[in-house]
Nanobody, 122 residues
Framework: QVQLVQSGGGLVQAGGSLRLSCVAS????????MAWFRQAPGKEREFVAR????????YYLDFVKGRFTMSRDNAKNTVSLQMNSLKPEDTAAYYC???????????????WGQGTQVTVSS
């Protein structure tokens, strides 16, 4: 069982930056693929970024490439999402997620954080 607790988010003007963090319980954190998803009102939850368990390889939604950076610290059971050059279209609830072998589909992830709101004003 893995529990994920998120922090960060908030309200920022377009062009600004925010950082999201997600702390996981358990001693096997470094065996999980970690990901961030987001869901805007009236839309389906969409993949944003993921990082593999060990080597730290990352993969991003095209729309956020070059603006968002995902990282992990296995010693602290933490993943982060640094979001720069934010756009109003980035407004959504953001969720961290964990899976043994997840890809880019939310159904592949077994554990979810509580979600945190990111609002970007124009």
């Amino acid at each position: 069982q893995v529990q994920l607790v998120q922090s960060g988010g908030g309200l920022v003007q377009a062009g600004g930056s925010l950082r999201l963090s997600c702390v996981a319980s358990g001693r096997t954190f470094n065996s999980y693929v970690m990901a961030w998803f987001r869901q805007a009102p009236g839309k389906e939850r969409e993949f944003v970024a993921r990082i593999n368990c060990c080597g730290g390889s990352t993969y991003y939604l095209d729309f956020v490439k070059g603006r968002f950076t995902m990282s992990r610290d296995n010693a602290k059971n933490t993943v982060s999402l640094q979001m720069n050059s934010l756009k109003p279209e980035d407004t959504a609830a953001y969720y961290c997620a964990a899976s043994k072998d997840g890809g880019s589909i939310y159904g592949e992830y077994d554990y979810w954080g509580q979600g945190t709101q990111v609002t970007v004003s124009s």
